[in-house]
């Protein structure tokens, strides 16, 4: 993801390198002949995976340079990587400070209390 927020911002509205990140998972493959590490007749478990996906804007130009940024950077010789066009919802860019809807405006247990760390933030 640092090396792909080189090529664009990952931007939405007010906020930069905007990404979902699923829990890890197992990944399931068998390497076929001409694979890198040869051909192998069991089915591999690679716990620990994740998927990553996040929104570019409408630009070829950007699309391609993100794609081979991750072949560059990604472990994998042929990393999965799905491009679909989407619409998608954005904010109306208006003063929400007083609705209670909205999640800066309540005092659920994410927010830090004074003097608390940010435990349930991740950071790269």
Same mark, same amino acid.
Request: charged share 30%; net charge neutral.
């Given at each position: 993801?640092?090396? +792909?927020?080189?090529?664009? &911002? #990952?931007?939405?509205?007010?906020?930069? /390198?905007?990404?979902?990140?699923?829990? &890890?998972?197992?990944? %399931?493959? %068998?390497? #076929?002949?001409?694979?890198?590490?040869? &051909?192998?007749?069991? +089915?591999?478990?690679?716990?620990?995976? $994740?998927? +990553?996906?996040?929104? #570019?804007?409408?630009?070829?130009?950007?699309?391609?340079?993100? $794609?081979?940024?991750?072949?560059?950077?990604? /472990?994998?010789?042929? &990393?999965?990587?799905?491009?679909?066009? $989407?619409?998608?919802?954005?904010?109306?860019?208006?003063?929400?400070?007083?609705?209670?809807? %909205?999640?800066?405006?309540?005092?659920?247990?994410?927010?830090?209390?004074?003097?608390?760390?940010?435990?349930?933030? $991740?950071?790269?």
């Amino acid at each position: 993801m640092g090396e +792909v927020v080189k090529v664009t &911002p #990952l931007a939405m509205g007010s906020y930069d /390198s905007n990404a979902w990140q699923s829990e &890890p998972g197992i990944e %399931r493959y %068998r390497p #076929l002949e001409g694979a890198a590490a040869g &051909p192998e007749t069991e +089915v591999r478990k690679r716990p620990g995976t $994740v998927e +990553v996906s996040f929104e #570019l804007p409408d630009d070829r130009q950007i699309v391609e340079q993100v $794609v081979e940024t991750i072949f560059q950077a990604h /472990s994998y010789p042929k &990393p999965v990587i799905r491009i679909r066009t $989407v619409l998608t919802s954005r904010s109306k860019g208006l003063d929400d400070s007083a609705n209670p809807n %909205r999640w800066w405006n309540t005092t659920g247990d994410w927010k830090k209390k004074a003097g608390q760390s940010g435990t349930d933030i $991740v950071r790269e």
